[in-house]
Every structure is written in structure tokens, then in C-alpha cells.
């Protein structure tokens, strides 16, 4: 285990984390620009206080560029083209740049067609979802998200992994005011965050996994070599699951369930994962004046409900914009999970002196 003691409970400034992973990959083979994207990507997830699909991730990924399950060199393609469509091969390429194109594809799309949907075949991880979506909420439209995983999830009456986490995600366009959005795994929990848990030796808050036997748990140190997520609500999440599967895999000719190869591992297999994009043209459809009095009369009302005593009620990604305006007020203060991998990463490239200067 990386000693990360050192480091607990001080900060660093978004932009120094961001410029610092963007020189990081780009020492490890990554174009300038592939590696802006990634960095931008991963470095708004911590921001937002998603650790589990932040910067931690980016050094497995560089290890991948290592073993050859990503080419540093490639540039995603499209194969398929329709006007309101469009399919496209990621050819192994970085996968956050192949989900950044699916997305300005679809957003591009929606300007002419009112609604743009794009699926990406032969990528990989992808980091928080939420980004994509987020992505086109800055451009005036509704965006969505969906990624398929390899098989990390049992169903109900399963017992093994069956399928993947296969995550989902939408943001809205809220006038002046930061987007609303919501980024969910369709299991009980990402899996990022049970092995970020046992990387660390803690029990799980709740029984999100099953054991070899198929009984719930809260022991994440089988896992993953044994045992299996459960879905979110069960019969709910497993059906969201499916149509995640089928929308970014069986239309873009991905790989499907069990044909996906973890990119975790270290083999030399490409993950083939498979994504889906869309994007809604508000402006077309509705009207942004329209819209936007509309959404305010949903909101407002929801705002201004009774509430618990004691309770607050937010939209979906409050949270997330009060962490980041936090982050860039006050610094990062990231989970020793995340400091481990970021120091993994500059020993990797002899700059942990570098990497250290950083924090305050």
C-alpha cells in the first residue's frame, strides 16, 4: 500500500490537479488533446465530489495505454451516418475522447434534426457519466448517457455476476442557474466504490453485494473474485440495466455481458465497451422562453413542498455544484483511496516531488 499519510487533510487547487493528470497521461504516450479531454473529465468528477470515477482512475488507464488495450494514437470514426444518427467506432482509442465525440456528434445532430443520437462501439471506460450529458445542458439541450460494463451485477434469482453496473445518466438545461442532473449506476452501488472501500479495509454501509452463495453482505474483501452486485431495486434496476445493454451494445455492435473484457484487468484484451448519446433540442422542440417557464413552474413547486423536519429539497446535482463551487474556493480535499492511485501515477513517471508541491 502507497503511504498517502503525508497528504490527508490538505488540499489542491482543481486547475493544478487538472494541468498536472494532463501532462501525467500525456507522459504515458496520450496526444495533447486526448489528453486535455481526460484530464477536463476526470478532474470535474472530484470536483463534484465523485472520487470513485475521478482522477484515481486515471493511472489503470494508463497502464492499459501500457499493455496495449488502448492505442494512444487512434481517433474514433464514424462508420454509420444518418442525419439524425450516427454509429461510430472508437478503434480502441482513448475512451474518454470516443464519449466526448459521441456526444458532440449527437449535440451537432439535435441543431439540425431536433434530436441527435449517437452509439460508440470498441471503447472503454469512461469516467462519471454525468459529464456527457452535462455537455449538452451547456449547449441548450437535454442530454443523455448510458455505457455498458462488463459483468459485475447478479439478477433476481441469479446468483454470479450476470451484467454489467451499465450506468445511466441525464442533465436539463436550467436557464442561468447550473444544470439539473442525475448519474446513477442500475446496481446497488458503482464499483468503483465497493473496491474503493476494500482497497481501504472497510465494511460497506450497506449489503449491496451478494457472497458466493447469494446471500446480501456488507463484506466487500471477496469481492470481486466472488460474489456479486445487486441491482438498484432490484426487479427495477435490472430492467433499466437491459435497456442500457441493448441501446449501447446491441445497436452500435459492441461487445454484450460476459464478452466484455474488464478493463481492469491486466490482459491484453480490448474492452470493447459499448456507449450511447442523445441530445434533445430544446430550443426546436419547445422554445428556450417556453421551456425554461415551464421547468421553473416543475421546479418551484417541487422547492416549495412541505418539508420533514429538518429536511431540505434539492434537485439532482445541488449537491454536486455546491461541492464544486467548494472545490474551486477551497481546494480538493481528496479521499485517501484517490491520493493512492495520484501517487501510484507520479511515482510512475518520477514526479512525485512534483506531485507533492501541489498541496496546501
Not at 450529458?133 to 441469479?158: L, S
Not at 446497488?188 to 474503493?196: N, Q, R
Request: net charge negative; glycine share 8%.
Amino acid at each position: 500500500m502507497i503511504d498517502v499519510s503525508d497528504l490527508i487533510g490538505r488540499h489542491i487547487k482543481p486547475d493544478d490537479l487538472e494541468a498536472w493528470c494532463r501532462s501525467a497521461m500525456i507522459k504515458n504516450g496520450l496526444s495533447e488533446s486526448d489528453a486535455r479531454i481526460a484530464a477536463d473529465i476526470f478532474t470535474s468528477a472530484d470536483t463534484r465530489g465523485i472520487h470513485s470515477h475521478g482522477t484515481r482512475q486515471i493511472r489503470q488507464l494508463m497502464n492499459n495505454i501500457k499493455d496495449g488495450r488502448i492505442n494512444p494514437h487512434a481517433k474514433p470514426e464514424i462508420f454509420i451516418d444518418l442525419p439524425a444518427a450516427a454509429i461510430i467506432d472508437g478503434n480502441n482509442a482513448m475512451p474518454t475522447t470516443n464519449a466526448a465525440e459521441g456526444m458532440r456528434i449527437a449535440i451537432e445532430k439535435a441543431k439540425t434534426q431536433g434530436i441527435g443520437f449517437t452509439g460508440v462501439r470498441n471503447s472503454s471506460h469512461i469516467g462519471a457519466l454525468s459529464y456527457y450529458p452535462i455537455m449538452a445542458a451547456k449547449a441548450g439541450m437535454i442530454g443523455f448517457a448510458m455505457t455498458n460494463t462488463d459483468p459485475w451485477m447478479t439478477v433476481p434469482g441469479g446468483k454470479g455476476p450476470i451484467m454489467g453496473t451499465n450506468p445511466i445518466a441525464y442533465a436539463v438545461p436550467n436557464g442561468n442557474k447550473e444544470p439539473i442532473f442525475l448519474d446513477i449506476a442500475t446496481s446497488s452501488i458503482a464499483v468503483t466504490k465497493i473496491l474503493s472501500m476494500k482497497a481501504v479495509g472497510k465494511k460497506l454501509p450497506e449489503k449491496w453485494l451478494v457472497d458466493e452463495n447469494g446471500i446480501p453482505t456488507d463484506d466487500p474483501s471477496g469481492y470481486p473474485e466472488k460474489g456479486a452486485l445487486l441491482p438498484m431495486s432490484m426487479h427495477k434496476g435490472y430492467g433499466l440495466a437491459l435497456l442500457v445493454e441493448i441501446l449501447v451494445s446491441a445497436l452500435s455492435g459492441a461487445a454484450s455481458l460476459s464478452s466484455i473484457n474488464c478493463w481492469l484487468n491486466d490482459t491484453p484484451k480490448f474492452a470493447n465497451e459499448g456507449h450511447a448519446f442523445m441530445a434533445i433540442n430544446v430550443e426546436a422542440l419547445a422554445g428556450n422562453k417556453e421551456f425554461q417557464e415551464r421547468l421553473d413552474k416543475i421546479t418551484n413547486e417541487i422547492l416549495s413542498a412541505p418539508k420533514a423536519k429538518g429536511g431540505k429539497i434539492m434537485m439532482p446535482g445541488d449537491i454536486e455544484h455546491e461541492k464544486r463551487m467548494k472545490a474551486y474556493a477551497e481546494g480538493l480535499d481528496l479521499p485517501d483511496y484517490v491520493l493512492v492511485n495520484l501517487r501510484g501515477l507520479a511515482q510512475d513517471i518520477n514526479e512525485e516531488d512534483e506531485f507533492n508541491s501541489m498541496f496546501f
